[in-house]
Structures are given as structure tokens and as C-alpha cells.
């Protein structure tokens, strides 16, 4: 395993609520953590803390906002003698606040002239590095929600410090965070005007969908579900809650085209966002989905819905217009289809009912929904904190391995997490719409809004495997079947879960 | 003309050639591999025309699933072509999954259509993209695995 990824999984539990003589008891958890297997974070070990009262007494540095740093450097200087020089060297400028933790960090590196004089030797325990960067991004969390902002904006600039001697995934992650809690810390307020950022953000997503797997595993589960809801059905409607360039349904209308018997009329209704700009991103897709179809001989139609928020549509918006049905007999069936959208709604309270009374009154034959499992919703900042940590840390190590072919994707989906990471961090209230829950709870609400549970077949679950069968590094992901529903995630770690809902009774 | 002449006597005497009957030539295209048959397309004009015949792919793609169905080769040739639909997708998934033989059963309707699937989101891309950007979906089919 990668030693960087190792990093995040070092017991914490040790260390907290023990000693009174500092934030981190850092000589004991570093020489447990010496023979310590990968364990995964004990989060029940995170309680509120006290601000630190004093330190050890051995601590040279009498600035008090170093505090932090007192006893981890007591702990360091115990264990280590020769340490990377170069931490002292690249300390900040002007900034005499952020050198000196530095400085006390690796203590023997300064102030003791033997060890200067002596030939350098860079050692750079990345692993050593690694751990202290977690705590203090935790550290700084823990600031942050008590309020501290002083204390915390330091121990942001030493986390950037810390990353920059890291590599891979766990640079980046730390860096997107340290970054999301600087806007917290310093208010830096709107964070950005979404609505002029759309075709960004539309390419972003692009370069999400073809560097991983999460997209196409989402698109893929739910047109399976949707293909086995409609056998047999001549009419067919798809109502998608968030089209943007329609990457699902090339795939979906191939296969209703090679149905025995011949396809049936397919009728979707892509709905998005509000734009400022002129152009008419749904109409170009919509058209582009219409050439497709008409190359493989699908009967299609299009309607494009602009709505700021899935709250405002209401049934009869997104039923067929009466005159339709009235050509044929055969009556149309619906699907309702949802990815990544759900989730958005729990920032207004109210809303979330209110879709899911708006998708229950249409009745749709299946409803389709993908989320991220992810446990960041609650109330206590650092929960929140350390639970995004660990998911996007996941994430970023997923994203990792990819050629020189597919660099700009894997920097660019980077970008797309990133701005996931700043709201779920930085954001509060309505703004913060990246509001993760896991598919237990996505199951409880659903379940209680009127539905049940259409279990997602074996089809799904092979075409699935076979499709991250094929992605470079495809051992590391794993999908797993849960109850009916089908997860995808790295390694140990579920990342996205699809489910599939019929009405209920 | 004496040397042409001396060489087509030469033939005759030789018996067949491999250009003279183009069917022929193509059944027997039709039982390379994927690369060869790529290859094969440079060999002089008569080849490129035959390896670039819609059939030989079709053969080679149902070496691996069957693609046979009348419903299916409208389809196909609706988003592309075999040769595409090879090059693009049946030919890098059966490199990465490492299959060897032709598959049946339940796997291979999976395998046929999730290729299916994928072959149409490339089509998808391709249309309207106006030179933009290149369509890449199928990029990480190209990207090569570290088999370390």
C-alpha cells in the first residue's frame, strides 16, 4: 500500500484526553505507531477538546501560539537526530509566525550547530511527515470549530508547509483542504457565483466522467435498472434531474434499440441548471442525443427544463402533455432518474420532501438513485472534517496511476473534488450544498417518502465488475452488493452507492 | 512488357497467388487478429481494400461475442462501423480482460453489451464535437496497465 495512503489510517485514539501536558502526546502515539498495523481512524476518539493549558516545560519556544507544537517537538527531539535540514531552509519569508513552528519542529536541524556542521543528510520519513500532517489538519479542525481562528489560520500555513514535502494524493488532498479551511478561518465569502461557472463546471465533470469509473458506474447501474423496469413497455419516459452533457443515455437508447422486437418511442426530459450566459447547453445536448437516435432508427423526443432548484418543479411540469397520450393506447411509462442531485437538496430544509412528493405523484415505473456514501451532513464540524477527509483522501489515492495520456483529466477531476471539498469544509447553511449521507440514511428517507426497494439484478452487478475490469488500477476498486443496492468503492472503502425505487403498495 | 510477361508465366507455373481471388484473400484476413489485420492494410492496395471490408471485422468481432444479429450489425454500423467498433472497443477489451477464446453464455451477453454501450458514448462524442476536443471516453481502454 502506498505509505502516503497509510498515513490516514494511524491510529489516533492513543492520544487524545490522556496526558494534560500538551495537544499531542505525540512520544507515546509515535512509538505506538512505530509497530502499529493499518488501522482505520477511531472517530469516537475526536471529543471537543480543552485548549491546551501548558507544555512541557523543555519547550524553548515561549511564543504562545506555538503551543501546538511544544510537545511534538519534545516527542521528535526524544526520538530523532538527523532531520531534513531543508524544513528550516524553506520556511516562509516574511513570515517569522510560520518558520518558528517549523523551526521547533525539527529542532536539532537549527539550533544545534553539531548537526549543522556535520555533512547534511537529507531523511525524510515521509510516513513521520505524513502523520503529522493529518494531525494537523485534525488539530486545525478542531480549532476551527472552537472557534480559534488565530491558532487555526497558523497551523493552516503549517499544513501547506507539511504538504509540500508529501507526493501524490496526500499532497493534494491536504492542500484542497488547508485551502477550504483558510476560506473558513478568514471568511473569504461568496467562495464563487456558481451560476457564471457553469460551463466550467460542466467541464470538469467531463474530465470526471472519462479519468474514473464513479460516473460510468453510476450511468451504467441505472440504465440497467431502467432497461429491466421497461421490458416490454412501447412508450417510455425518462425524466433526468441533472442532464448535463447526457452521457447516460447514448448507452441506454443503443440498447432499447437492439430489443427484440424492435426499440420503442423513447421520450427524455433533461433538466438543468440556470445559466447567465447565452448559451443553451440542454438544447445542444438535446440535439446531439436526437442525431444519435435518429442514426440508430430510436423514436426520441426532447424537452429541456431549466429549474434553480429541483424543489421548484412540480408534477404537472414533468407529466406528458395530454395530447400524447391520446395517439396511442399504450400508456406512458416513466422513469425518474437522479445522480448526484438528491444530496443538493438537504441544504434547504423542505425541499428534499418536497421533490420526492413531486417524484411520487408522477408514478414513475422506477426511480434511479446514485449518492455518494459519505457521512458528512452532521452537525459537529470536525465529524464533518474528518469524515470528508477520509472520503476524499480515498478519492484522490483512487485518482492516482494514470498515464501521462490521461494527466490533464486526473488534474482537472482533482479540480472537481476540490470544489466539492471547499463547500463541504467552508460552507454553511444554504450554501452548503454538498451534504453526503450514507445509503442507509438515503434508504430511510426514501423509504419514508413513499417507496420500496427495487433490488438491482445480477446484470447490473456484472456489467459493472466488467467495466472496472477495464480501468488501469481496476483491482483496486471493488463493487460490492448490499442489500439490492450496488456500492463502488476503493479498496475497502464504498465510495458511491445506486439504488432503484418503485411506489410503494 | 518481356519481364511482366516473364513474370506472369513465372506465376503460372507457380500456380495461385494469394491476389487473385479477393473473397478468398478476405477469409483469409478475416482469421488474423486484430493487429495483424491492421497491418495487413499496408501491404499494397489490393489488401487495404480487403482488410477495411466491414465483414472482415464483423468476423473478427465474433470471434470474441457474437454480433451477428441482423438487429445488431444495423446498429453497429449505424454508430460506426465494425472496424471501429473493434478498433475502439471489442479489440482493447479483450487485450485488458485477457480473453483468448470466444466467450458464451451469460458473460458474453455482458460483454456485448457493455461494449455496445461504450461504443455508442464514443459515437456520442464524436457527434457535434466540432473539433473541440477530441472524444475520450474511451481513453482509459487505451491507457496502458501496469501488469507489475
Redesign the interface.
Known amino acids: 500500500m502506498d505509505p502516503n495512503f497509510s498515513a490516514f489510517h494511524m491510529p489516533l485514539a492513543p492520544m487524545f484526553g490522556q496526558s494534560s501536558s500538551g495537544f499531542f502526546d505525540t512520544s507515546e502515539n509515535l512509538a505506538s505507531t512505530e509497530s502499529s498495523t493499518v488501522a482505520s481512524i477511531d472517530l469516537s476518539a475526536l471529543p471537543s477538546r480543552k485548549k491546551p493549558r501548558g507544555y512541557d516545560s523543555g519547550n524553548s519556544n515561549q511564543d504562545n501560539d506555538c503551543a501546538m507544537y511544544g510537545s511534538m517537538k519534545n516527542g521528535l527531539r526524544d526520538r530523532k537526530r538527523m532531520r531534513n535540514s531543508s524544513f528550516s531552509s524553506s520556511s516562509r519569508g516574511g513570515d517569522r509566525q510560520a518558520a518558528n513552528p517549523v523551526g521547533s519542529m525539527m529542532p536539532n536541524s537549527v539550533r544545534d550547530p553539531e548537526v549543522s556542521s556535520a555533512t547534511p543528510v537529507v531523511i525524510i520519513d515521509t510516513q513521520e511527515v505524513g502523520i503529522h500532517l493529518v494531525h494537523a489538519l485534525m488539530a486545525c479542525a478542531e480549532m476551527v470549530q472552537e472557534e480559534n481562528y488565530r491558532t487555526a489560520g497558523i497551523l493552516v500555513k503549517q499544513i501547506l508547509v507539511l504538504a509540500s514535502s508529501q507526493g501524490g494524493a496526500m499532497r493534494k488532498v491536504a492542500e484542497y483542504f488547508a485551502e477550504a479551511l483558510a476560506r473558513r478561518i478568514y471568511r473569504l465569502h461568496p467562495l464563487r457565483d456558481r451560476s457564471l461557472d457553469s460551463a466550467f463546471s460542466d467541464a470538469l465533470q467531463m474530465h470526471f466522467?472519462?479519468?474514473c469509473?464513479y460516473l460510468k458506474f453510476a450511468h451504467?447501474t441505472a440504465?440497467q435498472a431502467i432497461l429491466e423496469a421497461f421490458t416490454g413497455c412501447r412508450r417510455l419516459h425518462v425524466i433526468d434531474f441533472s442532464l448535463n452533457q447526457?452521457?447516460q443515455w447514448?448507452?441506454l437508447?443503443?440498447?432499447l434499440?437492439?430489443r427484440?422486437g424492435?426499440p420503442p418511442s423513447f421520450r427524455l426530459t433533461g433538466i438543468g441548471p440556470t445559466h447567465t450566459d447565452n448559451t443553451d447547453t440542454l438544447q445542444?445536448v438535446g440535439?446531439?442525443?436526437a442525431?444519435?437516435a435518429e442514426?440508430?432508427?430510436v423514436d426520441f423526443e426532447f424537452r429541456g427544463l431549466v429549474a434553480g432548484s429541483l424543489a421548484d418543479l412540480e408534477p404537472y411540469i414533468l407529466e406528458s402533455p395530454p395530447s400524447a397520450n391520446e395517439e396511442s393506447e399504450e400508456p406512458e411509462v416513466v422513469a425518474i432518474n437522479s445522480i448526484f442531485e438528491l444530496h443538493r437538496l438537504l441544504a434547504r430544509p423542505g425541499d428534499l420532501e418536497k421533490v420526492l412528493a413531486t417524484v411520487r405523484a408522477v408514478k414513475p415505473r422506477i426511480f434511479t438513485v446514485v449518492e455518494q456514501e459519505s457521512n458528512d451532513n452532521t452537525g459537529p464540524f470536525i465529524e464533518r472534517f474528518t469524515e470528508a477527509l477520509h472520503y476524499y483522501s480515498t478519492m484522490f489515492d483512487s485518482l492516482e496511476?494514470?498515464?501521462s495520456?490521461?494527466q490533464q483529466?486526473q488534474v482537472m477531476s482533482e479540480v472537481y473534488l476540490g470544489q466539492q471539498i471547499c463547500n463541504v469544509v467552508a460552507c454553511e447553511g444554504e450554501e452548503r450544498t454538498e451534504r453526503h449521507e450514507t445509503l442507509v440514511q438515503w434508504c430511510g428517507r426514501i423509504v419514508g417518502a413513499g417507496f420500496e426497494l427495487e433490488h438491482l439484478g445480477s446484470?447490473a452487478f456484472?456489467?459493472a465488475s466488467?467495466?472496472l475490469?477495464?480501468?488501469?488500477?481496476g483491482d483496486g476498486y471493488r463493487v460490492e452488493e448490499k442489500e439490492g443496492c450496488l456500492t463502488l468503492g476503493w479498496h475497502t472503502r464504498p465510495l458511491i452507492a445506486t439504488s432503484a425505487w418503485r411506489l410503494a403498495g | 512488357m518481356g519481364t511482366v510477361q516473364g513474370e506472369g508465366e513465372h506465376d503460372k507455373a507457380r500456380g495461385y497467388h494469394i491476389n487473385d481471388n479477393a473473397d478468398l484473400l478476405a477469409e483469409i484476413l478475416a482469421r488474423l487478429d486484430g493487429r495483424s489485420l491492421a497491418a495487413a492494410a499496408s501491404v499494397c492496395c489490393l489488401w487495404r481494400a480487403v482488410s477495411s471490408k466491414e465483414s472482415v471485422w464483423e468476423a473478427l468481432c465474433n470471434r470474441h461475442v457474437s454480433y451477428a444479429s441482423n438487429g445488431t450489425r444495423a446498429v453497429v454500423a449505424a454508430l460506426g462501423g465494425y472496424r471501429r467498433l473493434y478498433c475502439r472497443c471489442v479489440g482493447p477489451i479483450a487485450d485488458r480482460l485477457l480473453v483468448t477464446g470466444r466467450e458464451t453464455g451469460p458473460t458474453a451477453a455482458v460483454r456485448l453489451s457493455l461494449s455496445m454501450s461504450l461504443f455508442s458514448i464514443d459515437c456520442y462524442e464524436r457527434l457535434v464535437v466540432g473539433g473541440r476536443q477530441s472524444p475520450s471516453s474511451l481513453l482509459f481502454l487505451r491507457n496502458t496497465v501496469d501488469v507489475s
Do not use: R, W
Request: no cysteine; net charge negative.
Open positions: 466522467y472519462e479519468s469509473p451504467f440504465n447526457g452521457m447514448p448507452a437508447m443503443q440498447a434499440a437492439l427484440p424492435g445542444q440535439y446531439k442525443l442525431q444519435l442514426n440508430i432508427h496511476g494514470v498515464t495520456e490521461g483529466d446484470n456484472k456489467q466488467m467495466l475490469a477495464l480501468f488501469a488500477g
